[in-house]
T-cell receptor
Framework: KAGVTQTPRYLIKTRGQQVTLSCSPI?????VSWYQQTPGQGLQFLFE???????NKGNFPGRFSGRQFSNSRSEMNVSTLELGDSALYLC????????????FGPGTRLTVL | GIQVEQSPPDLILQEGANSTLRCNFS?????LQWFHQNPWGQLINLFYIPSGTKQNGRLSATTVATERYSLLYISSSQTTDSGVYFCAVLLLQGGSEKLVFGKGMKLTVNP
């Protein structure tokens, strides 16, 4: 069974631009979560989607948004990029709602210049 | 919110040595996972362990939920064990779930 895939793997943007990252979960997994990893803040929860609905969101500004499609694939968008948005963005999927093991993709490394 | 603390923050070992990583959490949790982050950034699942003990080769983990801690044991360490180890607790909030991570522990295994 294929793992969680994320595209692109690397991205360089400039301040003020916007970016869209994509995540395809493990086949059959319906819950997709996004996390941001930075040297200063560590790994932080961004949001979680299940059945095309955002069920939870972390403490991030409204510039961070996401969505989930009917095939469970998910995208996250960051608008008006800031230097501090440079980070590794990790996507995770789990098979069912509630209390299930999460499996992570390889991540997208975003650099904002 | 819940606090997840890992110790020690850094550890340097000689190949063949054993080590114990500790994860303390400040409140009741629904589950707990241990990860190893590879040099390219991917989080590799090691254990999904709400309570009790599990073993996988040279690695084993024990979670004592009532005392709010988990331990990861690495025996006969190898250079390939080097990297950052994360403990994360799973919280359920109104049907949603999220992981809260510790700050990680950097392990260096020297040949």
């Amino acid at each position: 069974k294929a793992g969680v895939t994320q595209t692109p793997r690397y991205l360089i943007k400039t301040r003020g631009q916007q970016v869209t990252l994509s995540c395809s979960p493990i086949s059959g997994h319906r819950s997709v979560s996004w996390y941001q990893q930075t040297p200063g803040q560590g790994l932080q929860f961004l949001f979680e989607y299940f059945s095309e609905t955002q069920r939870n969101k972390g403490n991030f500004p409204g510039r961070f948004s996401g969505r989930q499609f009917s095939n469970s694939r998910s995208e996250m968008n960051v608008s008006t990029l800031e230097l501090g948005d440079s980070a590794l963005y990790l996507c995770a999927s789990s098979p069912l709602a509630g209390g299930r093991e999460q499996f992570f993709g390889p991540g997208t490394r975003l650099t904002v210049l | 919110g819940i606090q997840v603390e890992q110790s020690p923050p850094d550890l340097i070992l000689q190949e063949g040595a054993n080590s114990t990583l500790r994860c303390n959490f400040s409140d009741s949790v629904n589950n707990l996972q241990w990860f190893h982050q590879n040099p390219w950034g991917q989080l590799i699942n090691l254990f999904y362990i709400p309570s009790g003990t599990k073993q996988n080769g040279r690695l084993s983990a024990t979670t004592v939920a009532t005392e709010r801690y988990s331990l990861l044991y690495i025996s006969s360490s190898q250079t390939t064990d080097s990297g950052v180890y994360f403990c994360a607790v799973l919280l359920l909030q109104g049907g949603s779930e999220k992981l809260v991570f510790g700050k990680g522990m950097k392990l260096t295994v020297n040949p």
